[in-house]
T-cell receptor
Framework: GENVEQHPSTLSVQEGDSAVIKCTYSDSASNYFPWYKQELGKRPQLIIDIRSNVGEKKDQRIAVTLNKTAKHFSLHITETQPEDSAVYFCAASLRGSTLGRLYFGRGTQLTVWP | DAGVIQSPRHEVTEMGQEVTLRCKPISGHDYLFWYRQTMMRGLELLIYFNNNVPIDDSGMPEDRFSAKMPNASFSTLKIQPSEPRDSAVYFC??????????FGNGTRLTVT
């Protein structure tokens, strides 16, 4: 099955700086790549996703890039704020089939210092 | 829509007891997933259903774990007998064919 690796496992940045989290996947057939944010004691919530026919997607301060050739994708958060502090998970899946489960990375604990 | 609804939110039980976790997926979603989250192992997929049929249960740790989906609006995850190492947060999640995965608020299970 698919294998998703996520780095770094922890990331500390100063408020206002940018944060980048990177993931690699193993199955070239994967075509859907969501990112989830999980605040302490809460459920994971989707913040942005990208499909394999797109190289980049942006939503305000967050953006995701996808390199299908290298099989990696990244989450970029600009102008970080303390409320961005959370665990971020990347995932990969093959949508449109009964095999369409998400394979999650191990998560990145992001801490934004004021 | 109220989202994915899980109950109970917290469960404390003694080793050896039976535990039943419940989930109501978002209406119209035909995929339902059960995940377990711990610090050591992260988010683990236990089992998932498509149109109420179990598709992959390879993540179910042992025969003590079982899951059912008797209809499109209800699923249960049962642990019998429970053990302290089963302590974790259990998430139910659902999605449609072309919609994102939505998680419930989880059940925090403590087995003493």
């Amino acid at each position: 099955g698919e294998n998703v690796e996520q780095h770094p496992s922890t990331l500390s940045v100063q408020e206002g700086d940018s944060a980048v989290i990177k993931c690699t996947y193993s199955d070239s057939a994967s075509n859907y790549f969501p990112w989830y944010k999980q605040e302490l004691g809460k459920r994971p919530q989707l913040i942005i996703d990208i499909r394999s026919n797109v190289g980049e997607k942006k939503d305000q301060r967050i953006a995701v890039t996808l390199n299908k050739t290298a099989k990696h994708f990244s989450l970029h958060i600009t102008e970080t704020q303390p409320e961005d502090s959370a665990v971020y998970f990347c995932a990969a899946s093959l949508r449109g089939s009964t095999l369409g489960r998400l394979y999650f990375g191990r998560g990145t604990q992001l801490t934004v210092w004021p | 829509d109220a989202g994915v609804i899980q109950s109970p939110r917290h469960e404390v039980t003694e080793m050896g007891q039976e535990v039943t976790l419940r989930c109501k997926p978002i209406s119209g979603h035909d995929y339902l997933f059960w995940y377990r989250q711990t610090m050591m192992r992260g988010l683990e997929l236990l089992i998932y259903f498509n149109n109420n049929v179990p598709i992959d249960d390879s993540g179910m740790p042992e025969d003590r774990f079982s899951a059912k989906m008797p209809n499109a609006s209800f699923s249960t995850l049962k642990i019998q007998p429970s053990e302290p190492r089963d302590s974790a947060v259990y998430f139910c999640a659902s999605r449609g064919d072309n919609s994102p995965l939505h998680f419930g608020n989880g059940t925090r299970l403590t087995v003493t």
